[in-house]
């Protein structure tokens, strides 16, 4: 990529933009999902400096105040029950947490969903269902399965022949895999069949999560409770690494039980902490959720109208759920152009990693007016250079 990209370095970043070593200034609609808020919001930046001249990093000896004050803020947004908090440091740490979990309580057989993505530790690998990643360092985890995504039957199947031996992991919207979204009810479906086969469920909503879909959390759409449900990204307030894995005290008792079963020496830092904390307060404060419900269906809108002129030539498909949208192109060569095309106009976007026909978009929720017209004015001169590109 820093060949493609002339070795261009990135050296600041402030809200949407990223400013980079040869004076250059991108507006970030990429990120991966990670930055809601922005690059370096104020309170957050504010948090941490605080943190850092008390007490960045925890002697794990004594109560320490801050982590518990970003979990019962955490705890406030998720959906009723799930009260626990396991702070970790990445997303695949999260899964790593889910997936040990599982198995003290006797659930060795994970289910995971065709596309699906889950980080890259080897425990998350294992249920990350893509065979390039997969394939290097198998064997991975024992009996996983992997069953068609917004397919309960598939679903029904895989759990019948695992009955109170599975644990289930899920996206609300699968976002590597491409911004893939399932018909309402999928979610409800999904519990439904969990429970009636004594399945835990895990959803992993560490990139849909904190209002990236405009909603607190993508089961916020059906009211659905998993036993476990996974944090990250957007937790950092773009600021520190952090994540979280949440559960149920009833999932959670043998972490309970014996807090030295699952531990890392970082996990929970004062740091980290401060800056989810002050990530959920900024959220609350700023109505962050029902402003990317509001943008996002203004981005969607507009990138339809965009790409309508190269709707079957070239553009495949547009969809989104608030701040996540993905254009499905009719050929993979098209993502790689149309990324670079962007970037020499000033854009950020991003490729799916599970999905290679799809360019994804992960906005943050703090876009002005002007920079939503630049980007838009952007992104159709660039599909016009693309589509000339790709037609000679
Ligand atoms: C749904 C989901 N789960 C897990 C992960 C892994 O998170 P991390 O890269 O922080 O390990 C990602 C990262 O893209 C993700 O999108």
């Not at 105040?65 to 970790?88: I, N, S």
Request: with cysteine; net charge negative.
């Amino acid at each position: 990529m820093g060949r493609v990209l002339g070795g261009m370095a990135e050296v600041r970043s402030e809200g949407p933009w990223i400013h980079t070593d040869d004076g250059r200034r991108l507006l970030d609609f990429g990120g991966y999902g990670v930055f809601i808020l922005g690059h370096r919001h104020p309170a957050v930046v504010a948090a941490v400096h605080r943190q850092i001249d008390l007490h960045p990093l925890a002697s794990r000896v004594f109560l320490e105040p801050v982590a518990a004050r970003a979990a019962q803020a955490l705890a406030a947004h998720t959906p009723p029950g799930l009260d626990f908090v396991h702070f970790v440091n990445s997303g695949a740490e999260a899964t790593e947490a889910a997936l040990k979990l599982a198995r003290a309580h006797g659930r060795n057989a994970i289910v995971t969903t065709r596309k699906g993505f889950h980080g890259k530790t080897l425990g998350a690998l294992s249920v990350t269902a893509n065979t390039t990643y997969q394939a290097p360092f198998q064997p991975l985890l024992p009996d996983t399965t992997q069953v068609a995504y917004g397919d309960a039957a598939d679903l029904k199947q895989a759990l019948a022949a695992r009955r109170d031996r599975a644990c289930v992991i899920v996206e609300p919207v699968q976002g590597e895999g491409g911004v893939h979204i399932p018909e309402p009810g999928y979610l409800t479906e999904v519990t439904a069949l969990c429970r009636e086969f004594g399945a835990l469920l895990v959803v992993d909503e560490i990139q849909t999560g904190l209002g990236r879909l405009g909603t607190w959390w993508g089961v916020d759409a059906e009211g659905v409770r998993p036993d476990m449900l996974l944090v990250g990204k957007g937790l950092s307030g773009g600021v520190v690494p952090v994540a979280a894995m949440v559960a149920t005290a009833e999932a959670y008792a043998p972490f309970s039980r014996d807090p030295y079963l699952h531990t890392s020496t970082f996990g929970a830092s004062p740091i980290a902490c401060a800056a989810a904390l002050a990530a959920v307060r900024t959220m609350e404060r700023e109505d962050t959720v029902a402003r990317a419900a509001g943008l996002g269906a203004r981005i969607l809108a507009g990138v339809r109208e965009t790409c309508a002129p190269y709707r079957e030539i070239l553009v495949q498909d547009v969809r989104g759920r608030g701040l996540l949208v993905g254009i499905e192109f009719t050929e993979e060569r098209a993502v790689g152009e149309l990324l670079l095309e962007l970037i020499a106009r000033g854009v950020l976007v991003n490729h799916s990693l599970n999905s290679t026909r799809v360019l994804r978009l992960t906005p943050p929720a703090v876009v002005e007016d002007t920079a939503l017209d630049l980007f838009f004015s952007t992104l159709a001169e660039a599909l016009h250079v693309t589509a000339a590109h790709m037609a000679g």
